[in-house]
């Protein structure tokens, strides 16, 4: 199926839409900083927290499915924990385990 648009000419649009945004959002503070008491620039903190928070909970969910997943083995086990085990029971830890327990 062909995309409505190409890739290229979006990513470019896209690109050039942040950019102008960008510029936008920094003349509309420049213009306002003057009007705005010492308070309302100290609460803007608390704002500017829950939305790095938000935006760190976007960034969790959108790379937490990108894991890739082992198909000998049941789907929801991800392929680092059975390469984990696998590597337990061939003895690759057994080293680190046998210096801790002989103290």
Do not use: H
């Not at 409505?4 to 942040?18: H, Q, Y």
């Not at 009007?35 to 935006?55: I, M, N, Q």
């Not at 390469?83 to 327990?101: H, P």
């Amino acid at each position: 199926m062909e995309p409505p648009i190409p890739p290229f000419f979006f990513a470019l649009l896209l690109l050039l839409g942040m950019l102008i945004l960008l510029e936008t959002g920094r003349r509309l503070g420049i213009r306002r900083r003057p009007k705005e008491s010492e308070g309302e620039r100290s609460s803007l903190g608390a704002v500017e927290g829950a939305v790095f928070a938000l935006f760190g909970l976007l960034m969790a969910f959108t790379f937490s499915g990108d894991m890739p997943f082992c198909s000998g083995w049941d789907l929801s086990v991800p392929c680092w924990l059975v390469i984990g085990c696998q590597a337990a029971n061939i003895g690759v830890g057994s080293t680190f385990l046998g210096s801790r327990s002989s103290r």
